[in-house]
């Protein structure tokens, strides 16, 4: 089986000097691909930094570009520019993480409102699929994406965590949806178990948003207690079994939904 991690913080500190052990781990469990996600503008720089240093031949390491909604306050003049030439750029495949977070409120909400249009006009004028970020905004992050969708080529609500009423909404707005290890939560994402079999084949997309949302189901679990793309293998398993999919079906249609979304190459 061939997995695609679409969503893995890989500049995280807590990987430093780890990087080619994770990724070795990764290759080994089945995750032949992973996009690294971007989270300000450093951050989408050092990841297209990783993905030219750890994957010479430009065939697994791919990443995003953009400013996380906590960091929208951060938006400045040169901020455009910057990622327009991250965006340029072969590896990069998506505008984003980008969105509104209106649970935590690290930025005001007119200035993560702003920095979402801004994205969304990038998207549009490159024809690139958007990764967006949503945490008790669906109401207004969907008031925003209408004005845009149209003209927009894809893109993917990651990491989803919401109700029924939310996840049909993004479905009607032709969105896809990405699922992490909030699945394998006991505490908090049983309500994801029924959900996940309305996500039609063709618009479900898997990821670890490691070193996050370590997958609670996992045996053993690790001592350090990080999250990583080799883990991925859980969020497969916990969500075929909802989905009532064989391991090898979920995989393979969701892997050819994650290289079409961020047209990666195929890997032999």
């Known amino acids: 089986m061939q997995l695609i991690d679409i969503g893995v913080n890989l ?6 000097e780890k990087h080619q052990a994770v990724l070795n781990r990764a290759y080994e469990a ?5 996009v690294l996600t971007g989270t300000s503008v450093e951050g989408s720089e050092q990841a297209l930094e990783l993905c030219q240093k750890l994957d010479a031949d430009g065939q697994r390491l791919f990443a995003t570009a953009g400013l996380h909604p906590h960091s929208a306050s951060d938006w400045n003049a040169d901020s455009p520019r910057r990622l327009r030439a991250l965006l340029g750029e072969p590896r990069v495949r998506a505008v984003g993480e980008c969105g509104l977070d209106f649970n935590r409120d690290f930025s ?3 200035q993560q409102e702003k920095v979402l249009e801004e994205h969304l006009a990038l998207a549009v004028e490159l024809q690139l699929p958007v990764f967006l970020h ?21 893109a993917v609500v990651h990491c989803f965590t919401g109700e029924q009423k939310a996840l049909f909404s993004y479905l009607d707005l ?6 992490t290890g909030w699945i394998c939560d006991e505490r908090r994402g049983t309500h994801l178990h029924p ?8 618009r479900l997309m898997l990821e670890s948003d490691a070193p996050y949302l370590l997958p609670r189901s996992l045996r053993p679990k690790p ?3 990080r999250n990583e793309p080799a883990y991925l293998t859980e969020v497969l398993r916990e969500v075929a079994l909802h989905r009532g999919e064989t391991l090898e079906d979920l995989a393979s249609h969701s892997t050819a ?11 032999a």
């Open 174 to 179: 032709d969105l896809h949806i990405g699922i």
């Open 223 to 225: 001592k350090n207690g």
């Open 108 to 110: 005001p909400r007119p």
């Open 257 to 267: 939904c994650s290289r079409a979304f961020f047209r990666l190459p195929e890997i």
């Open 11 to 16: 500049t995280n500190p807590s990987f430093a």
């Open 134 to 154: 949503e945490r008790d905004a669906n109401l207004r992050l969907l008031d925003i994406l209408r004005d845009f969708r149209d003209r927009l080529p894809a």
């Open 30 to 34: 089945g995750v032949c691909q992973l």
């Open 195 to 202: 959900l996940v079999r309305d996500i039609p084949r063709g």
